[in-house]
């Protein structure tokens, strides 16, 4: 049993980045304590449920080249991890395209004369390219050609941001789609994707789900880090970090309505960098307040809708391009896996829509929006055959976080100000501001660890792909084999945790 009077090693969040570091510290037996805000654990990739039917906070594929994070899933889910097929569409000006593109679907949905267009637009690009690139607009025109880009990359990057394209970082184009051109993307149609370390990443036609949502995986890994001796506290939010601008001393944080106070032998932080900036007691020097005070997310809303049909259309999710809805995204959680939703004859949407904590969206009723949402689907012509039963509303706060103009030089303030702490470490999307996948947030909060336990990794060299690999940053398969280890060492996970599957 943890001593009270004794330091803990504390991790903020529970989310992927912070229950994988609070998995690696248990396995060494350092009785992890995990403060989480919400009443459940998974952060944004928690599953919502609502009369039984289950939804994602958004659509959380598991898959993944670093082998020790694959490995690491399929161990605490066992035969609960399943192997899905991806099918993904694009809806464009009444149309739907199949994304990854196919040449017939896209020529006819084109038409030739606009697809001529489209490739004498790519030639103009690589011919006249633009320099330096420095926005999304840039970077996706000159892989792309302008009129593709304005065709199927504007409308819906502007919906899920809430900006011009032109006040994108380039950064986060590079970040998300890697790898990919209109020429990779011919060649790919043609000719099947490329083998090996050249795969193109974004064309990933297969992943692993779990049985019962995402939410399933991050209650198994706090049930495990429980069995460990650790401690996953629920309801708990973080209100202040006190230091003595060398390390973290405590940290205050809110339980059952009162405030508690731990002393702090190492903290892992997964809040957002401008909350954690913020609560940092005394306060850090007024630049690196500033600094942090410009790092911007982007909020979130799902209305989930129940529907009174079996089927409804074939894809797992639709990017919906089209700017007369405000739609942003459509999950259809029965393709996910069936038991998703408990009666076989109904279908289980999630409509996704971008927003700002405090706008019109947000702050619109949860009828309304339920309004909205089946309004919407059926304008799209997603509705024939069915009608909308019920629904429900969830609201995620700094669901991502933004790369705007002027996020980089913030970004570096607020990181060299951090690097003064001998005991803080910061994973995960939120917690570095960086817009990562959860594998890879999880490959953040191991090096997070063993720099906790000794190590001298740079965390802010992961980057979301490591074709995935970095630019001279860190070859993320080199983890595999210290996680591997971290296995070996200590007892396995009681084969019973893969039986226990929750009601």
């Not at 007691?281 to 942090?292: D, F, R, Y």
């Not at 001998?422 to 090096?447: C, E, F, I, P």
């Amino acid at each position: 049993m943890h001593n009270p009077d004794r330091p803990r090693h504390i991790i903020i969040g529970a989310g992927p980045a912070g229950l994988t570091a609070a998995y690696a510290l248990a396995r060494q037996r350092l009785a992890p304590l995990v403060l989480e805000a919400d009443n459940q654990v998974g952060g944004i990739a928690r599953t919502a449920e609502y009369r039984g039917f289950r939804f994602d906070i958004g659509g959380h594929r598991f898959f993944t080249k670093v082998r020790a994070v694959r490995e690491l899933w399929r161990s605490m889910l066992g035969p609960d991890m399943l192997r899905r097929p991806r099918l993904s569409r694009i809806y464009y000006q009444g149309k739907f395209f199949d994304y990854p593109l196919k040449p017939m679907n896209a020529l006819s949905g084109l038409g030739v004369l606009n697809s001529a267009r489209v490739l004498l637009s790519y030639v103009a690009a690589r011919i006249r390219p633009i320099h330096p690139e420095t926005s999304f607009e840039d970077w996706v025109s000159n892989r792309f050609g302008r009129r593709l880009y304005r065709i199927f990359f504007k409308t819906y990057t502007e919906k899920v941001w809430g900006i011009p394209c032109h006040r994108i970082g380039a950064q986060w184009a590079a970040q998300r789609i890697k790898n990919l051109s209109l020429l990779t993307a011919i060649t790919s149609m043609l000719f099947g994707k490329k083998g090996g370390r050249g795969e193109i990443t974004t064309l990933i036609d297969e992943f692993e789900y779990p049985r019962l949502g995402p939410g399933m995986m991050w209650e198994a890994f706090a049930r495990d880090v429980e069995q460990h001796g650790g401690e996953v506290r629920l309801s708990a939010p973080v209100r202040r970090l006190q230091h003595d601008r060398r390390r973290i001393m405590a940290v205050e944080y809110e339980s059952g309505g009162s405030s508690q106070t731990v002393a702090a032998e190492s903290v892992i932080s997964s809040m957002p960098l401008r909350t954690l900036i913020q609560q940092l007691e005394p306060p850090p020097p007024a630049a690196v307040l500033s600094a942090a005070d410009t790092l911007h997310y982007r909020d979130f809303l799902t209305v989930a809708l129940i529907i009174d049909a079996p089927t409804l259309f074939p894809d797992n999710w639709i990017y919906v391009h089209d700017p007369r809805v405000r739609l942003g995204r459509i999950q259809n959680f029965k393709n996910w896996s069936p038991e998703m939703v408990p009666d076989q004859s109904k279908t289980c949407l999630g409509l996704e829509y971008f927003c700002f904590e405090g706008d019109d969206l947000w702050a619109m009723p949860d009828a309304d929006l339920v309004t909205l949402g089946a309004r919407e689907i059926e304008a799209i012509g997603l509705l024939k055959g069915g009608r909308v039963l019920d629904g429900m509303v969830v609201r995620m706060p700094k669901a991502y976080p933004v790369y705007d103009e002027g996020y980089e030089s913030a970004l570096a303030v607020v990181r060299e100000y951090l690097d003064g702490f001998a005991n803080l470490q910061v994973a995960g999307r939120n917690g570095m501001h960086k817009y990562n996948n959860q594998d890879h947030s999880m490959v953040t909060a191991l090096l997070a660890v063993q720099n906790t336990l000794g190590g001298s990794h740079d965390v802010w060299a992961v980057n979301a792909d490591d074709e995935y690999h970095e630019e001279g940053g860190v070859a993320l398969e080199d983890v595999a084999s210290q996680l591997l280890l971290l296995e070996s060492t200590q007892p396995p996970v009681p084969r019973a945790l893969h039986d226990q599957r929750p009601s």
